[in-house]
């Protein structure tokens, strides 16, 4: 195949992966502002898309992480790359379908990994990077943010004590607003950049850029719109999930929660961590239900999601390498791998339109928790 | 196989320091709204904005 052509293929893969990133995580950053009533779904979505673009361009240590780190460029080819983003995109499909908040940058790792590690053999994976910039950060960031959560959520409880109701209640809400927008700032600092270092990537590997390089602006660019519409236009299924399953969240909780959450995520951006948003979100709110209320954590859903999160690098990688492996051999393969990508996609979506979770309803049943916790309060 | 523990620390105190810092002065000017002191809330809120700001100037600073 020319090989032009298979990194025009690639870019548009990535690109469309990025789409899906944004279209799974929008939840991570609105779902507790919608699920407190602060923020209507259609304007928190929007707001999440405008911050996400703007994030994406205010840092690129991730993109160097992913394009100069993980794996050895000289090693590993467009094609290889290509199968990794494949199993990547099922994975987020077949989990945003059934409703799971996995993480779209495990699946991005696990398929590149798994791809790389059949196609090109174990030496083409740096994996004491790995183990240092993913695995480590996956482990310790959603801690960082569930401890601090805790007790932040902790803090603002016992200093908010004798303000008066309706002061406090608007008070949050707005702070929830601001916090859960600092989320998706964050959100564009780490996620947007994997999409731009797997396309740095592919044009090292290709030989159009000199390896070490930093991500070209149309790239910066073109990555952070991809993600900026991907979250305007998904995440319904998912937010539902979050903003109801794993903890009851009233505003004052879901701002120390999204403070807490855009500060891990902004600190590990800035070192290079690639951690997943989506972990540290869940963190952030399942802190945040212990710091007020000891048994403020539904176990059972948390021990689901975790379960979850450890499936995805590992079921993201089989699929990864078995893309990677076919693509890899020619013309032929890069083909069957993307009509067998497409056909799946398709069959998620008819299957996803069966019975569609529209706006609507999620804001019925947001309205009726919303007016739970007035009572509450 | 080397952790780069020192990163990690590094991400947990501004973490920790950060996250703090800007929920105690957002609660602060609550607390001073439902008191009725104008001055002292709008100190309070902007200081929170303040932390804000700065964490992300450190950002893009690079």
């Known amino acids: ?377 | 196989m080397s952790i780069n523990w020192m990163a990690l620390l590094t991400v947990f105190a501004a973490t920790l320091i950060t996250s703090l810092g800007v929920v105690v002065l957002f609660v602060l000017g609550i607390r001073a709204l439902s008191a009725g002191s104008k001055p002292a809330a709008v100190a309070s809120f902007g200081a929170c904005s303040a932390v804000v700001l700065y964490g992300l100037y450190l950002i893009v600073g690079g």
């Open chain 1, 1 to 377: 195949m020319d090989p032009a052509l298979i990194v025009v293929v690639v870019i548009a893969t990535a690109l469309i992966f990025d789409f899906t990133n944004g279209f799974h995580d929008t939840a991570n950053a609105m779902a507790t502002s919608i699920a407190t009533g602060a923020l209507r779904p259609k304007t928190a979505v929007a707001l999440s898309a405008v911050l996400n673009l703007v994030g994406a361009f205010l840092s690129v240590e991730v993109a160097k992480t992913i394009s100069g780190g993980i794996v050895v460029d000289s090693m590993i080819t467009p094609a290889i790359i290509f199968g990794g983003l494949v199993g990547a995109i099922m994975w987020n499909l077949v989990t945003w379908y059934v409703g799971l908040p996995s993480s779209s940058s495990h699946a991005l790792f696990g398929g590149l990994i798994g791809a790389a590690w059949v196609a090109a053999g174990t030496d083409s994976i740096h994996f004491s990077k790995v183990l240092d910039k993913v695995v480590v950060p996956a482990i310790a960031a959603p801690l960082v943010a569930g401890l601090v959560a805790m007790v932040a959520t902790f803090v603002v409880y016992r200093l908010n004590r004798k303000t008066d109701p309706r002061v406090s209640h608007v008070g949050f809400k707005v702070g929830q607003v601001a916090s859960a927008s600092m989320v998706s700032l964050a959100h564009g600092t780490n996620d947007a950049q994997k999409t731009m270092g797997i396309i740095t990537l592919t044009l090292i590997t290709s030989g159009s850029l000199a390896p070490g390089s930093a991500p070209p602006t149309w790239v910066i660019v073109s990555a952070a719109v991809a993600i900026a519409l991907g979250t305007y236009l998904g995440g319904w299924r998912i937010t539902h999930t979050m903003g109801r399953g794993l903890t009851t969240i009233e505003p004052a909780q879901g701002f120390a929660a999204q403070t807490s959450t855009a500060a891990a995520i902004m600190a590990s951006s800035h070192l290079g961590f690639a951690l997943s948003t989506t972990h540290v979100a869940s963190g952030g709110i399942m802190g945040s239900g212990l710091g007020r209320n000891r048994n403020g954590v539904n176990w059972g859903t948390a021990g689901k999601m975790v379960l979850g999160w450890a499936f995805t690098l590992p079921a993201a990688g089989i699929v990864g390498a078995l893309a990677g492996k076919w693509a890899s051999t020619g013309t032929a393969g890069v083909v069957g791998v993307a009509a067998i990508g497409i056909v799946v996609s398709a069959v998620i979506w008819v299957l996803s339109r069966r019975e569609p979770v529209r706006p609507e309803h999620i804001v019925d049943e947001v309205a009726a928790q919303a007016e739970l916790h007035k009572v509450a309060a």
